[in-house]
């Protein structure tokens, strides 16, 4: 259907603010907008869709209904980019057609929507069903929405039942007794729908649905939906049960859950398909803190050693990640007795994510158990987690390494630590190298300055002259961290004197490096320190032969020039040091040194 846009609406002559929006969109007027509504680039129609709300507000309410909704219709066969802006936008158009007395209107072009193929698609226009759902009134919704609601669940193509699983939340509050017997009875037909897909809908959207209804209605009609979809023939309908739990446990008394829930959740531990016990395993903590009070303890200790002993090392993976949570809803003794023995046996698991997931997490038990505890039981597991072949697991370790420090204090640790801190800093991977560069400031609050400099010192110098440019970027970096750690005063006395080594380097890259290094520690460091090594060394570099080092050293004085500036005894060196150098380096023969010294310059004068 064309829209007449060479016509403007009758109400712009009589109303100055509706004529006031169309003099501020300017170019993108209703014609223009329209006309891209149309246009074979996708990228027009995702404009004009954009700005919806501006041809709304220029056609008024009743052409809108109309003219423009039909006019959309038209798009259904569109591109799925363009349908998914399109869902998301008609869901905010209740006021542009009318308020919500004429916001069923809405409800046709959005019903198409959410059975088109793509599931992005589908999941915009669902909720913006749910948004205008929430405007109508009952009787709205028996009219129009219900009828809607009853062809979709109907629908011959699965996409319309899935997107129906969503909407029944929305509207069940809403409607009368009569009605909600009826919702109740179209919603457990999705439950048992032929389609694996749909019941996967219906298993994520029943917990929703619980919150709805009433008190007696999630026994007799929830709960049964649940137990069916838990032990429904698709393994990916079963794990997708596991979700409801938590939202369940709350309508349930202590003794009901023990009744209730606890066979239901029996049978999904011990699922013959994996996907199903590593969605429990995953889950565990928040599952077992949702049987509270009523949490077997016994049993639910047998069930996770179950899982953390499974035959799949993602079931594996994903039991040890709950370990520090569970541990803390149950006693200090099951967990000495029954639970450390299954982490050491971890600890050396051929999967090597289960061990990396382990040193994630097992600094956690430290505090739950205490120092003793840690000492004899958690720390051979720390020290032999250390040594792994597999970079990760020591990387998650040392991660960690604040936390067990408060459990047994780092002098027990760092025998072993170091070696291990040693072995991948020298590791053939970049990445593993760049990441233990990024522990070494956590590692010096733990160890303190003398440690520091006995042990590490010299490695985090080796850094700077690394082969891959983002570890020398990442170690000038760690040197301001380090300053930031143990003060400018120590800076000075330890890192300064070893960096302005480096200038005379035969390797420019080191030289290079070494700009850096000083720019990077700058703002860290004192005015005076700044005044007496960072700046002459600086200056020093602007006669270097290498153009990347000269216009690099005019970077560094633009940064240097605020830092001296605001203090009143060095903002006197910008015209007697800094502003003779950059004047030089602007009438250098390399185009690059010049634009960066006459961008410093630029700066000065600010």
Request: a negative charge; hydrophobic letters at 45%; one cysteine or more.
């Amino acid at each position: 259907m064309e829209i007449d846009t060479t016509t403007p609406p009758d109400f712009m002559d009589e109303d100055p603010v509706n004529t006031t929006a169309m003099e501020e969109t300017d170019l993108y007027s209703v014609a223009v907008l329209i006309d891209e509504l149309k246009h074979e680039d996708i990228q027009f129609r995702l404009n004009s869709i954009s700005k919806l709300a501006i041809i709304t507000e220029a056609l008024g309410p009743e052409r809108t209904r109309d003219e423009l909704i039909p006019f959309l219709q038209e798009l259904i066969d569109d591109d799925d980019e363009v349908l998914v802006v399109l869902a998301h936008e008609l869901g905010q158009l209740t006021n542009a057609v009318g308020g919500p007395q004429h916001a069923h209107v809405l409800l046709p072009l959005l019903e198409n929507l959410s059975a088109v193929e793509d599931v992005s698609v589908r999941q915009k226009a669902v909720e913006s069903l749910c948004q205008v759902a929430n405007v109508l009134t009952e009787q709205q919704l028996l009219e129009h929405f219900i009828p809607l609601l009853k062809r979709l669940t109907l629908g011959e193509w699965f996409t319309c039942r899935t997107s129906a699983t969503g909407l029944f939340a929305a509207i069940y509050p809403k409607c009368s007794k009569d009605t909600q017997v009826e919702l109740k009875g179209l919603f457990k037909q999705l439950v048992e729908d032929d389609s694996p897909m749909v019941r996967r809908a219906t298993a994520k959207a029943l917990g929703v649905f619980a919150t709805k209804v009433s008190i007696e209605d999630v026994f007799s009609t929830v709960l049964p939906l649940f137990q069916t979809l838990s032990e429904d023939d698709q393994d990916s309908v079963r794990l997708l049960a596991v979700e409801n739990f938590t939202p369940f446990a709350g309508f349930f008394s202590n003794e009901q859950k023990t009744q209730q829930l606890l066979p239901i959740f029996k049978r999904l531990a011990e699922d013959k398909a994996w996907r199903v016990r590593y969605m429990i395993a995953s889950n565990y903590v928040e599952i077992s803190q949702a049987f509270g009070d009523s949490l077997e303890e016994e049993y639910f200790t047998t069930a996770f050693i179950n899982l953390l002993k499974d035959n799949e090392g993602e079931v594996r993976t994903a039991a040890a990640s709950q370990l520090p949570g569970y541990a803390k809803l149950v006693d200090k003794t099951v967990i000495l007795d029954r639970l450390l023995p299954c982490v050491r046996d971890l600890a050396v698991d051929e999967n090597q994510y289960t061990r990396a997931a382990l040193a994630k997490d097992i600094s956690g038990l430290a505090p739950i158990v205490g120092q003793e505890a840690t000492t004899e039981y958690l720390l051979p597991t720390f020290l032999q987690q250390l040594t792994d072949e597999f970079p990760d697991v020591r990387l998650n370790v040392i991660s960690n390494l604040d936390v067990i420090n408060k459990a047994i204090g780092v002098e027990r640790l760092s025998q072993a630590l170091l070696p291990a801190i040693m072995e991948l800093s020298e590791d053939k991977q970049w990445r593993i190298r760049l990441a233990i560069i990024e522990y070494i400031p956590l590692l010096a609050k733990q160890f303190g300055p003398t440690f520091f400099e006995e042990k590490l010192l010299d490695l985090c110098m080796s850094w700077l002259r690394d082969l891959v440019f983002s570890i020398r970027e990442a170690a000038t970096i760690n040197l301001q961290k380090l300053t930031d750690v143990f003060g400018p005063e120590w800076a000075k006395a330890v890192i300064i004197p070893r960096v302005l080594k480096m200038t005379m380097d035969e390797n420019y890259l080191h030289r290079m490096t070494t700009l850096f290094a000083m720019t990077a520690m700058a703002e860290s460091l004192s005015v005076q320190v700044i005044r007496e090594d960072v700046l002459p060394t600086v200056i020093s570099l602007s006669n270097d032969p290498i153009p990347n080092i000269r216009f690099n050293v005019a970077k560094s004085l633009e940064t240097l020039i605020p830092l001296l500036k605001k203090n009143e005894s060095a903002a006197g060196l910008y015209e007697t040091t800094v502003k003779p150098a950059l004047e030089k380096l602007s009438e250098d023969m390399d185009g690059d040194v010049k634009f960066f010294a006459c961008r410093a310059l630029e700066c000065g004068q600010q």
